[in-house]
């Protein structure tokens, strides 16, 4: 397999509306992730993605997007970006943008042209069409609750918006369109920036004629299987490819909605052609319950497993994987497949950092940050929880304490709390109040507690993070094959890694419960890498304590 350095990369996510505030306002800025490079350095990551920074009205905290090439007030202005990125190269650190372009902002410039009349230029920058029988021109529901259509009265047609009505979608099928975005693109490249992560890439290209999506008995509306992996979503990313990323020494992500292991061996395809690898949600729709998120339901291991390793060997020597349990819109995974605690929280994150790919670390994963406690809906700042409440408590269909129970296990808000330094003020955040509360169990789940304890979730990572770049075991790591174990075992994640004459085998116990585990393999120990347990020795058969995790190099 062709060695690259995006695929040795561990990436760090930054979330800088809740990471750290510089001035006081309550809301995270560049000069606040600037502040700290160090800390980040410290941990070992060597990438950051950034979540949107562009001008924006905020109507979905940046991913509404005014302007492309400016910085969003809240945030700080150009200058500050470019001391960050100059900075973060000094440290040894890249810099990721989120690049949002299945849609705009509602004040994109562009936008207020083409509603402007339906002889405008940029009519067709957007996706318009008639009423149908008075009514939207399909029954597409949005991904944020209600119709995916908006009526404007000026000119007497609908756009089509997948996400908030703010949020109008791009018409990609205009040349113009593209031409305009690549062009974006190569002047934030042009500006030294070292790659792109790609906000609902695999919905650029609809469907023509956008026919009625699957609509399920008793759903409100249809579902938007026909925006994703549309028939020229590919020769769209290769045109972005000869346009723009094969010019530049980038890495590139691709957020895919819907993708299957077929598309994304397209989207990440190992030559070249269009992404490095992309991102997809099935193993995180798991815990869903009859295709809902707000829900309490557990994962089952076995299932996850399952999913997991069926990546895994699928896109084994035809595309790259990205491993992920968190980022900002997944519940924090300490509390969703964990149980809060430290030890859980060290054993999920060898599961995830031991396995084939490029592994992502959302902003205070490191810390083992947990869910918040929600008590009512005026906790909540997320849009998607705002209208969720609005449509299925206001229409009857759930409780408000049944839809908060949901929001306390699966709202995107409880990865959006702030980023816990210390126990000081408002965790260290911000020396004003926070545009969202901070998570109260701060005052013992904090990072300058952990940086103190050399057996905190924060030093743990700091290890597999160091195993992964900067060790023997690199290759074995990066590049080795991957072999499930025990893949029916309801408690336990085990698997190998081979690379050469070299291999790993890594045991995790997934529960709170201790575990009589028989090894599936007959092996010799030859080194322990890491455990979260002081002792940590290989026999044929072991009690593992509750959340044991260990991996061990074996001949």
Request: proline content about 3%; some cysteine.
């Amino acid at each position: 397999m062709e060695k690259a350095w995006w695929k040795e990369s561990v990436i760090y996510q930054i979330y800088p509306r809740s990471f750290c505030d510089s001035n006081g306002d309550g809301v995270g800025d560049l000069n606040g992730i600037r502040s700290k490079l160090d800390y980040l350095q410290k941990l070992g990551i060597n990438v950051i993605w950034l979540s949107p920074i562009y001008k924006s009205p905020n109507d979905d905290n940046g991913y509404d997007i005014s302007d492309y090439q400016d910085i969003m007030d809240d945030f700080g202005t150009m200058e500050d970006f470019d001391a960050l990125l100059k900075e973060a190269h000094e440290h040894g650190i890249k810099i990721v943008m989120d690049l949002v372009v299945n849609h705009t902002s509602d004040e994109h410039k562009w936008f207020v042209e083409s509603r402007s009349s339906k002889d405008n230029p940029k009519r067709d920058y957007y996706i318009w069409r008639e009423p149908k029988n008075g009514k939207e021109p399909n029954n597409w529901g949005s991904c944020f609750s209600g119709s995916a259509w908006e009526y404007d009265e000026k000119t007497n047609m609908y756009y089509l918006h997948c996400f908030s009505k703010k949020q109008p979608d791009l018409n990609w099928d205009n040349e113009k369109v593209r031409d305009e975005v690549f062009s974006m693109m190569d002047w934030w490249c042009k500006k030294g920036i070292d790659g792109f992560r790609m906000d609902v890439i695999s919905m650029i290209s609809k469907v023509p004629g956008l026919p009625d999506g699957n609509q399920s008995e008793g759903a409100l509306y249809g579902d938007l299987s026909n925006t994703t992996n549309g028939p020229k979503v590919h020769d769209y990313l290769q045109e972005m490819r000869k346009q723009v990323l094969s010019k530049y020494d980038l890495i590139t992500v691709g957020e895919c909605a819907g993708v299957t292991i077929d598309e994304a061996k397209k989207y990440a395809n190992l030559d070249g052609s269009e992404l490095n690898m992309v991102f997809q949600f099935e193993h995180t729709s798991l815990d869903y319950e009859n295709g809902g998120k707000w829900t309490t339901k557990r994962f089952n291991l076995p299932e996850l497993k399952e999913n997991l390793s069926k990546w895994q060997y699928e896109l084994e020597g035809k595309a790259w994987n990205s491993l992920y349990w968190d980022n900002h819109d997944q519940p924090r995974i300490v509390s969703r497949l964990g149980d809060d605690s430290s030890l859980s929280a060290k054993c999920i994150a060898t599961v995830l950092h031991m396995m084939k790919g490029t592994p992502y670390i959302y902003q205070g994963e490191e810390l083992g940050m947990t869910n918040y406690p929600f008590r009512t809906i005026d906790d909540c700042r997320d849009i998607e929880i705002l209208n969720a409440y609005k449509e299925l408590v206001g229409g009857g269909y759930m409780t408000a304490e049944e839809l908060m129970a949901g929001v306390r296990a699966k709202g995107r808000d409880n990865a959006r709390t702030p980023m816990q330094w210390d126990k000081s003020h408002e965790a260290g955040f911000t020396t004003g109040t926070p545009w969202i509360k901070v998570n109260p169990n701060y005052t013992f789940i904090n990072a300058k507690d952990e940086l103190a304890d050399e057996y905190s979730v924060f030093y743990f990572y700091q290890k597999l993070i160091g195993l992964r770049r900067k060790s023997e075991w690199s290759e074995v790591i990066v590049y080795g094959d991957y072999e499930l174990l025990d893949k029916d075992d309801e408690n336990v994640f085990s698997f190998t890694r081979s690379y050469g004459d070299r291999k790993l085998l890594v045991i995790c116990n997934l529960s709170d419960r201790i575990i009589d585990y028989t090894l599936p393999l007959d092996v010799k120990e030859k080194a322990c890498l890491i455990s979260n347990y002081e002792s940590s020795e290989l026999s044929d058969e072991m009690f593992l304590r509750q959340w044991f995790a260990g991996v061990w190099e074996i001949e």
